[in-house]
Nanobody, 124 residues
Framework: VQLQASGGGLVQAGGSLRLSCAAS????????LGWFRQAPGKAREFVAASSWSGGNTYYSDSMKGRFTISRGNAKNAVYLQMNSLKPEDTAIYYC??????????????????WGQGTLVTVSS
């Protein structure tokens, strides 16, 4: 069972990046796929999540309107389009899979499978 995140890199403030997360080794039917991030010296925080069907999406208030999460057609992939990036978006971005309750979709302890993370650096 593996989640492989990619797409991170160095970008200037105001720029865009698209992160990808491919899931393998498990049938991810009914799994919610989400993105979390962790900046140096800070706690891991919720970014966005998508239900298995892609019909329900969830966002952190601070990223709503700038970030868009989507599921791949095969449902075993999830993408995070990040626009209007700011230096404070600099972090390691992790994708995760789980079956959180509706009220727990932003809680990292409700996701049991984690990818290795991809580093996003936004320069000012």
């Amino acid at each position: 069972v593996q989640l492989q995140a990619s797409g991170g890199g160095l970008v200037q403030a105001g720029g865009s990046l698209r992160l990808s997360c491919a899931a393998s080794g498990l049938t991810f039917r009914s799994y919610t796929l989400g993105w979390f991030r962790q900046a140096p010296g800070k706690a891991r925080e919720f970014v966005a999540a998508s239900s298995w069907s892609g019909g329900n999406t969830y966002y952190s208030d601070s990223m709503k309107g700038r970030f868009t999460i989507s599921r791949g057609n095969a449902k075993n992939a999830v993408y995070l389009q990040m626009n209007s990036l700011k230096p404070e978006d600099t972090a390691i971005y992790y994708c995760a899979a789980g079956r959180p309750t509706t009220g727990g979709v932003s809680m990292s302890n409700q996701y049991r499978i984690w990818g290795q993370g991809t580093l996003v650096t936004v320069s000012s």
